[in-house]
């Protein structure tokens, strides 16, 4: 349990917090800087430094912040999805690192279908229709709200070339 931020470090997380609700990562970032630096390795600042770094595409940046947060909170499946999110698009990573990052994720967090619905995208970005519609399937099956997943999978341009096959799902 990580300890409790006090004044002014917890204001200027929520300030940070709250521009990033409003859509300015250059403003929240001003906050996190006044955070006092025995603090921007807490947990809820590191999610919001790494959603920072996420906001403005500064994946190489926000690799360290999402190896971290799944060190110290690796309960949290939202905290893998992110980092293999985030290995994806970091420059020297990329598909089969965020296949390998989250991969063990799935028998970790064996109900949360963002999970397989991710790896289904990976799966089909490896030219591997079968096990992506396997994935999504999976994916679907925990869902609460199926349709959801679905149109999700037919926005997802990662799943373009299996659209057909998802809309008989």
């Known amino acids: 349990m990580a300890a409790e931020l006090h004044p002014p470090d917890i204001h200027h ?10 859509g300015n990562a250059t403003e929240a970032g001003e906050e ?12 809820l600042v590191l ?16 690799v360290p912040l999402a190896e971290k947060l799944v060190g110290i909170a690796p309960d949290h499946a939202e905290n893998w999805i992110q980092r293999a999110y985030t ?44 096990e992506a519609i396997q994935w999504l399937r999976q994916a679907l099956d925990l869902a609460s709200d199926r349709g959801s997943i679905r149109n999700m999978a037919l926005a997802d341009k990662d799943l373009e070339s299996l659209w057909d096959k998802i809309r008989e799902l």
């Not at 800087?33 to 947990?43: D, Y």
């Not at 999610?47 to 926000?62: T, Y």
């Not at 990052?101 to 229709?129: D, H, V």
Request: hydrophobic share 50%; charged share 15%; proline share 9%.
């Open 13 to 22: 997380l929520r300030a940070a917090v709250g521009w990033l609700e409003l």
């Open 87 to 130: 290995l994806r698009r970091a420059q020297g990573a990329g598909l089969q690192q965020a296949w390998d990052a989250l991969l063990p994720a799935f028998s970790r967090f064996p109900k949360e279908p963002i999970i397989p619905f991710n790896l289904a995208c990976y799966a089909a970005q490896f030219g591997r229709p079968e």
């Open 32 to 43: 996190i800087a006044r955070i006092t630096p025995v603090n921007l390795e807490h947990p």
């Open 47 to 62: 999610k919001a430094r790494w959603q920072i770094c996420a906001a403005g595409q500064s994946w190489n940046a926000a």
